[in-house]
């Protein structure tokens, strides 16, 4: 059975930087055909796919904020991190991480998810 959890400050300052980690468990992030994705929902909306790393490193972005974040992964550790500089109060959701079977935008393992609220 897989398992993600996702790690990281559950409050940022605006401008600053948001960082966040998923660990894996039950699996490796580098087994083929396996894409690892960082997903949110700000409060009262829906889901937003922010953008996947896949099994092979590549990484992929949604347009939006495609210029404010970076994700990347630490195989020796088989976690995955997100980043996404200069935050706003708009950036405020929960994160999740999730495993995306053969990159189709299908998730068949969540994290539970974590709240990251920007705030002064």
């Known amino acids: 059975q897989v398992q993600l959890q996702e790690s990281g400050p559950g409050l940022v300052k605006p401008s600053q930087t948001l960082s966040l980690t998923c660990t894996v468990s039950g699996g490796s992030i580098t087994t083929s055909y396996y894409f690892w994705s960082w997903i949110r929902q700000p409060p009262g909306k829906g889901l937003e796919w922010m953008g996947a790393i896949g099994y092979e490193g590549s990484v992929y972005y949604s347009p939006f904020p495609k210029s404010r974040t970076s994700i990347s992964r630490d195989t020796s550790k088989n976690q995955f991190s997100l980043q996404l500089s200069s935050v706003t109060p708009e950036d405020t959701a929960v994160y999740y991480c999730?495993?995306?079977?053969?990159?189709?935008?299908?998730?068949?393992?969540w994290g539970k998810g974590t709240l990251v609220t920007v705030s002064s």
């Open positions: 999730a495993r995306d079977p053969m990159g189709t935008g299908g998730m068949d393992f």
